[in-house]
């Protein structure tokens, strides 16, 4: 079982960064594909970014692309999501995930196996 701890949300203007993390418990970090999901008041969860066991390949929403820059240190254990020219539409609670999946970048929700419980990134106008 793999516990996921998200760090990193709160309120910023337009434009604005921030930088969340995600440590998952456990040794065999570097086993996990991982991923950004979000969910905005009223809508379902969507995909934001993800990155490889290895972190040699990435993939993003075409929502993030320029702007977030998913990471991971496995050395530190540790995911992140850096979020540049924040908008007020990526206000949102994030979830960080982690995927058994042996290769690739999954970018599905049903790819994932272990989810964290969120934290909230609210972006004003």
């Known amino acids: 079982q793999v516990q996921l701890v998200e760090s990193g949300g709160g309120l910023v203007q337009a434009g604005g960064s921030l930088r969340l993390s995600c440590a998952p418990s456990?040794?065999?970090?570097?086993?996990?594909?991982m991923g950004w999901f979000r969910q905005a008041p009223g809508k379902e969860r969507e995909f934001v970014a993800a990155?490889?066991?290895?972190?040699?390949?990435?993939y993003y929403a075409d929502s993030v692309k320029g702007r977030f820059t998913i990471s991971r240190d496995n050395a530190r254990n540790t995911v992140y999501l850096q979020m540049n020219s924040l908008k007020p539409e990526d206000t949102a609670v994030y979830y960080c995930?982690?995927?058994?999946?042996?290769?690739?970048?999954?970018?599905?929700?049903?790819?994932?196996?272990?989810w964290g419980q969120g934290t909230q990134v609210t972006v004003s106008s």
């Open positions: 990155v490889s066991k290895s972190g040699g390949s990435t």
């Open positions: 456990g040794r065999t970090f570097s086993s996990y594909a």
């Open positions: 995930a982690a995927s058994r999946l042996r290769f690739g970048v999954p970018r599905t929700q049903n790819e994932y196996d272990y």
